[in-house]
């Protein structure tokens, strides 16, 4: 499925670098990726992975622009209060969004129409237009709360991919393992990659 204009956020649950590698892939399949990370977001990608998006003189826009080496346009970041945003309206609703990694607060404040933040605007503007929404949480194990919530969600037409990494294919590194999830939230609004081989696949 082609996808131009395409949401990423990223929360404060572990698994930064699931959120990384989905960033890569959407904009190699040549989407044009707005980019919205919380707080907290920006402090486990720097703990989990070493990447300073905040540090030093430049902003998060040309960290992230340097990080995945875009061309001019291919990108683009909005704080967590820039309501002025396009993606805050659905006038201009993006044709996807994907939350990963989300923690449960985010999970439930979506889940409650909450939109305190403009990653939780942008997610009540997707469900509000019948947009593709995707939610990729990292949290375990899950208590009755997380599991009405994304039953909530889920019943809206909402896409919860656990990160659920498989061993069929024999993982041999980390990379490996996070291929396999982000191939399977690409998997869920059918978007093409070649991440992982799949099941009874010979090549």
Known sequence: ??????????????????????????????AHLTILISGTGFQVIREETGL?????????????????????????????????APVASGSSAPDAMFICPCTMGTLSRI??????????????????????????PRETPLSEI??????????????????????????ESVDDMVNFVVGKVLDSLGIGHMLFKRWGSKD
């Open 1 to 30: 499925m082609e996808m131009k204009n395409v949401v990423l956020a990223m929360t404060g649950a572990s698994g930064a670098i699931y959120g990384l590698k989905l960033g890569s892939e959407l904009l190699r399949s040549g």
């Open 52 to 84: 300073n998006l905040k540090g030093g003189e430049g902003d998060p826009q040309q960290a992230l622009a340097a990080y995945f080496r875009t061309e001019p346009g291919q990108l683009e970041y909005f704080a967590e209060d820039d309501f002025f």
């Open 146 to 171: 997380h599991l009405d919530n994304m039953l909530k969600l889920s019943r809206l037409g909402v896409r919860i991919v656990p990160a659920m990494p498989a061993f069929y294919q024999r993982p």
């Open 111 to 136: 889940a409650c129409g909450n939109s305190g933040t403009l990653l939780e605007r942008c997610a009540d503007v997707m469900i509000k237009e019948r947009r593709p929404l995707v939610l990729v």
